[in-house]
């Protein structure tokens, strides 16, 4: 959404961006300043009370993972549809920002032969891409992963590796020719994240919390670019602003809506209109304008999956190393006996979530074993993979409408019927 509104602003086009915008509350954006006053050196464990409230982690990973201890980027602001669930487990954000407020901040190119049934080819991606890094931070580097994943951006800044990310990179490469004939590239992660000093501050100061959300707002998410957006003439922004569907009349567009504090209706007009809602609430939207109710439509998913990893070697101390917590490496298979598209691989390190899911899953005993768990710990990265969707279920969607109440319904149902051979792994 705000790409592109960014491009329609260069091009001198008046702009107005409509969004529910929910917003961490006051007080916890008044401690995260307190925070950032005082600095990590100061920091006592009480101050960080907040931001690690509501964040657990269990062998399955993270429920649901919040932003400085809020659940503000999943809340329903009071639109006026329901999402109902069948084998399915996702959700809309109508938060500033969207789910860019809680991602990890991965980003990469496709290759080609994974869009090859797109309307759209990676030459034709290619300059949106550096457009988009002309207000998106990028850190990372040089290295192999460009064989196949072009680096759109000159010389950009990176990150420090933890000791474990240092030691797994280096065995990787004495293996890497090895690994290129087995179709498998491998370098450091791409982030869209600040690491050094910028208009935000001085860059990562490597305080562990990642995964929490950033005390210094260094991780990107695309409220930043929205602020930057509301200072330019031509943008208008309107917060509170749910929209149930858009109408075409002649050269005209219109939106129907609702303010979600008043309740009240409002239509908006324009010449075009582009919906960036996310693929629930977009959906929801073309179906109800198009008066859709009862057709199904099959939403591709990506699925992921956490796999732990344990090195031979230990890399000790890593429970007390200030590091950043998102990934640290990543993985590329290319191999058409695997998989003939892309599997992507994120490899992470230590952070205490870890420790967290293992107090978990040995409770009370826990205590008599932290000699044992500190080794583990030692040795420990987590996977965290994705499948192209051609080896991922699929959502079957369907949209209904209460004929009475006048309330509608966006209905997922798992499908969990494959489209190709499943993935064969040998490694």
């Known amino acids: ?27 916890t954006s008044d401690r995260l300043v307190k925070l950032q006053g005082l600095g990590p050196e100061k920091w006592q464990p009480g101050d960080l009370t907040f931001l690690k409230a509501g964040t657990s982690a269990g062998v399955d990973g993270i429920p649901l993972k919040h932003a ?17 669930m069948d084998g399915v487990d996702t959700r809309p954000s109508f938060a500033q920002g969207g789910l860019s407020t809680v991602w990890g901040a991965a980003i990469l190119p496709y290759r080609a032969n994974d869009i090859r ?18 207000f998106m931070p990028l850190a990372g580097c040089h ?77 990107y998410s695309s409220s930043h670019t929205l602020d930057v957006l509301r200072e330019h003439p031509n943008f208008i922004y309107r ?3 749910a929209v149930d569907r858009v109408e075409e009349n002649g050269d005209e567009i ?6 979600v504090r008043t309740r009240d209706r409002l239509q908006l007009r324009g010449s075009r209109v582009f ?15 198009l008066d859709a109710f009862g057709e199904t439509l099959i939403l591709q998913d990506s699925s992921y999956f956490l796999l732990p ?15 950043h917590t998102l990934a640290q490496a990543f993985l590329e298979i290319l191999d058409p006996q695997v998989c003939d598209q892309t599997v992507h691989l994120q490899i992470y390190t230590y952070n205490e979530l870890y420790s967290l899911a293992l107090k978990k899953l040995f409770g009370p005993a826990f205590r008599l074993l932290k000699l044992p768990a500190r080794m583990l710990l030692d040795r420990q990265l987590l996977i965290q993979g994705y499948l192209p969707s051609a080896y991922s279920s699929s959502i079957r969607t369907v949209l209904s409408k209460d004929p009475k109440s006048g309330v509608t319904t966006l209905h997922l149902t798992s499908d969990r019927v494959v489209q190709r051979s499943q993935v064969r792994c040998h490694y």
């Open 143 to 219: 290295d192999s992963l460009e064989q196949s994943f072009p680096l759109d951006s000159g010389c950009p800044p990176t990150l420090t590796r933890s000791s474990q990310a240092h030691a797994f990179l280096k065995d990787l490469g004495a293996a890497a020719n090895e690994l290129e004939r087995e179709g498998i590239l491998f370098g450091e992660s791409r982030l869209a994240m600040w690491a050094q000093a910028n208009h935000r501050g001085s860059g990562c100061c490597y305080c562990t919390l990642c995964m929490y959300g950033c005390p210094y707002g260094l991780i």
């Open 309 to 323: 990893l344990l090195r031979y070697r230990a890399t000790s101390g890593s429970s007390r190393e200030r590091v």
């Open 68 to 84: 400085y201890g809020s659940d503000f980027p999943y809340r329903d602001p009071g639109v006026d549809w329901r999402l109902e």
């Open 239 to 241: 917060k509170n602003v």
């Open 117 to 134: 049934d797109w309307p759209i080819t990676e030459h034709e991606l290619a300059c949106h891409y550096r457009a988009v890094l002309e």
């Open 254 to 259: 219109t939106l129907f809506a609702r303010d």
């Open 1 to 27: 959404g705000v790409s592109c509104a960014t491009a329609l602003l260069q091009k001198g086009v008046q702009v107005t961006l409509v969004d529910p915008g929910l917003e961490l509350d006051s007080q």
């Open 275 to 289: 919906l960036a809602c996310g693929v629930l609430a977009t959906t929801k939207i073309l179906l109800e304008s």
